[in-house]
């Protein structure tokens, strides 16, 4: 059972471009939702994460909308660049559930 | 401040071999998480220590698996009789709170 289903599997933009990348959680138990790149030959870096008390919250270009009813959050990237080029992972967490759900990454390039 | 770091980053073995992999944590946090990455999907969870004690080790495969943190720090995965469904990337957390994890670079480990 897939706890957190991600899309797109891949993703082009052009440099300037809206990136968006969505994910649906199952397990209300979650309380925790945070983004993780990774480049390649490279462990997850956080870049950013949201709890469900607040509907969005945004650091620099990185924006992740949170629909708590849905159970659905997605991440947004404004004027996305080549060097934004990586996986996203979206991943959740909650209660006494520590543990990491990832979904299974979206490869996002972005042409110059 | 120094990051998690993992040795080796490359590991190379043979089927029916053993391997040790080294999780070296961040200073001061408590959380040490152990995760496989396959090619193409999200890190999976396998085992989580707090302290010196593993407080869940229900994400490991079977009991070829092995991971120990005797003095709440430096953490070691060991696999036994290693097969060549095994070859992945295995990362190390660690964190401070129940939430922020931050991962290593990993171990790629290869089983010929």
């Known amino acids: 059972q897939q706890q957190v289903k991600q899309s797109p599997q891949s993703l082009i933009v052009q440099k300037g471009g809206i990136s968006i990348i969505n994910c649906a959680y199952e397990?209300?138990?979650?309380?925790?939702f945070p983004w993780y790149q990774q480049f390649p030959g490279k462990g997850p870096a956080l870049l950013i994460a949201?709890?469900?008390?607040?509907s969005e919250k945004k650091e620099g270009r990185f924006t992740i909308s949170f629909n708590k009813s849905a159970k659905q959050f997605s991440l947004h990237i404004m004027d996305s660049q080549p060097g934004d080029s990586a996986t996203y992972f979206c991943?959740?967490?909650?209660?006494?559930?520590?543990?990491?759900?990832f979904g299974k990454g979206t490869l996002l390039t972005v042409n110059p | 401040g120094a990051g998690v770091s993992q040795t080796p980053s490359n590991k190379v073995t043979e089927k029916g071999k053993y391997v040790e992999l080294r999780c070296d944590p961040i200073?001061?946090?408590?959380?040490l998480y152990w995760y496989r990455q396959s090619l193409g999907q999200g890190p999976e969870f396998l085992i989580y220590?707090?302290?010196?004690?593993?407080?869940?080790d229900s994400g490991l495969p079977n009991d070829r698996f092995f991971a120990v943190r005797p003095e709440g720090s430096v953490s070691t995965l060991k696999i036994q009789r290693t097969e060549r469904g095994d070859s992945a990337v295995y990362l190390c957390?660690?964190?401070?709170?129940?939430?922020?994890?931050?991962f290593g670079p990993g171990t790629r480990l290869t089983v010929l």
């Open positions: 957390a660690s964190s401070y709170d129940s939430d922020t994890q931050y």
């Open positions: 397990n209300t138990a979650f309380d925790y």
């Open positions: 949201i709890r469900p008390d607040v």
């Open positions: 991943a959740a967490t909650g209660g006494s559930n520590y543990k990491l759900t």
């Open positions: 200073s001061g946090h408590t959380a």
């Open positions: 220590f707090q302290g010196t004690g593993a407080a869940d």
